[in-house]
Nanobody
Framework: RVQLLESGGGSVQAGGSLRLSCVAS????????VAWFREAPGKERQGVAR???????SYRDSVKGRFTISKDNTKNTLYLDLNTLEPEDTAIYYC????????????????????????WGQGTQVTVSS
């Protein structure tokens, strides 16, 4: 059974930092496409950052230069470092994965659809106060 388990969320003031982790079990992240999404109250889930099958990293414009996505295959864990946080970053953050053979990771991360990814974590809350 595939499980993705996020952790690291919390409440911080604007300008603060957090590190989100996503540990995979029953699934090997390897060279598959992996991503972080977020969902704010009353808004659709949106792609934030992605590592493609070839290792290319991409970010939505609003987080470029502030967020960093990375992966440690020895720990089968995906990370998202959030720096210079803004109140607009408040959301539930989800990690997601899709097998490389499905070729779902194309185009800007902002255009990635929720249905492109079959595997999801349960989410971790990030709250940024001004």
């Amino acid at each position: 059974r595939v499980q993705l388990l996020e952790s690291g969320g919390g409440s911080v003031q604007a300008g603060g930092s957090l590190r989100l982790s996503c540990v995979a079990s029953g699934y090997v992240l390897g060279t598959d496409c992996v991503a972080w999404f977020r969902e704010a109250p009353g808004k659709e889930r949106q792609g934030v950052a992605r590592i493609d099958e070839d290792g290319t990293r991409s970010y939505r414009d609003s987080v470029k230069g502030r967020f960093t996505i990375s992966k440690d295959n020895t720990k089968n864990t995906l990370y998202l470092d959030l720096n210079t946080l803004e109140p607009e970053d408040t959301a539930i953050y989800y990690c997601a994965a899709v097998p490389a053979a499905w070729w779902r990771c194309r185009g800007p991360i902002g255009s990635q659809r929720r249905t492109d990814f079959p595997y999801w974590g349960q989410g971790t809350q990030v709250t940024v106060s001004s």
